[in-house]
């Protein structure tokens, strides 16, 4: 690619681009030539290697759909919900035809023994209304004019789409609001009215460290409260429902000559932690607070009443 792009280049300057030897430069260059591209070498003075006249190799004729779908090369689901499953498979083609024969063969090989599916058990693909025109306003950093409905109210605005998020199969979207950046779920979105205007996404902006802050700022908002339970043996399997930090807490400790696991775990409020801890049956019990062991008992009561 180097070659192809800037012409004739010489062994050290190639050596220093890429940080090794010029040993090992003439060492890839016997490699590429036995795989069928035909570089060329010119001694001498202005000498160096370059490519055989009207050799182009067929990975730039990549599109720019097709670079970009490159990066969803493992999720051909959410490359297909963004119009992308034609750029994908005609990318995945030009690259595989790029390839030396045997490193061809072997990304086949790999492409059919790996497959990674994003979504949890029991979920559905979830393919928003106005996916396409945020994923377009996201790629031309235009502004979109929404109307969203949130968890307590509907609300009608403008707002900069910075990037997307796919978690668990659902589509999320980070953008800025009257100078606060939001997260938006885009299923959520009632009407999306592409608009002209553009904006900048601010250099210090990066998508996957704001994602990051903001799921442990929302998980620990979320959860303030504390509780105390005892856990049997029966249950450690299924002990996930109740979050990442529960099944640390759980596993972590030690079990009882009976089996049973003493641990504090967060909770977002009584009432959610009861109607999640008594989907576990007689399997866990509650040690402390006593409301929630009290919230629990009567819940208990009523399902058995019905």
């Not at 940080?19 to 016997?30: G, L, N, P, Q």
């Not at 596993?251 to 977002?268: K, L, V, Y």
């Amino acid at each position: 690619m180097t070659l192809q792009v800037r012409g004739c280049v010489t062994a050290d300057a190639l050596a220093e681009e890429f940080e090794v030897s010029v040993r090992t430069i003439y060492r890839d260059v016997d490699e590429l030539s036995a795989s069928g591209v035909p570089v060329v070498a010119d001694r001498g003075p202005g000498g160096g290697f370059q490519l055989a006249d009207g050799y182009r190799t067929q990975l730039t004729g990549l599109t720019p759909h097709e670079a970009t779908s490159l990066l969803l090369a493992g999720l051909p689901g959410p490359a297909a919900d963004l119009g992308l499953a034609g750029a994908l498979a005609s990318a995945e083609r030009k690259v595989l035809a790029a390839l030396p024969s045997g490193q061809a063969t072997r990304a086949r090989h790999l492409q059919q023994r790996v497959l990674l599916d994003p979504l949890d058990w029991y979920r559905r693909v979830e393919r928003p209304r106005y996916l396409s025109e945020v994923a377009g306003a996201v790629w031309a950093q235009t502004r979109l004019s929404v109307g969203y409905d949130g968890w307590t109210t509907t609300s009608t605005g403008v707002i900069d789409p910075f990037g997307l998020v796919i978690k668990a199969g659902v589509w999320y979207l980070v953008a800025r609001r009257k100078q606060a950046i939001r997260t938006f779920k885009v299923s959520q979105i009632l009407e999306c009215t592409p608009l002209t205007d553009t904006f900048v996404v601010p250099a210090t902006f990066h998508l996957a460290q704001h994602w990051a802050a903001e799921l442990a700022r929302f998980e620990q908002g979320l959860r303030q409260g504390r509780a105390t339970i005892r856990v049997a043996k029966a249950a450690l399997s299924r002990i996930e429902r109740l979050g990442a930090d529960a099944v640390d807490a759980v596993r972590g400790a030690q079990p009882d000559r009976h089996g049973w696991r003493t641990a504090t775990i967060p909770i977002e409020s009584i009432d959610h932690a009861a109607v999640e801890l008594l989907g576990f049956g007689p399997w866990v019990r509650v040690v402390e607070p006593r409301p929630l062991a009290d919230r629990v008992r009567t819940l208990a009561r009523r399902v058995a009443s019905r």
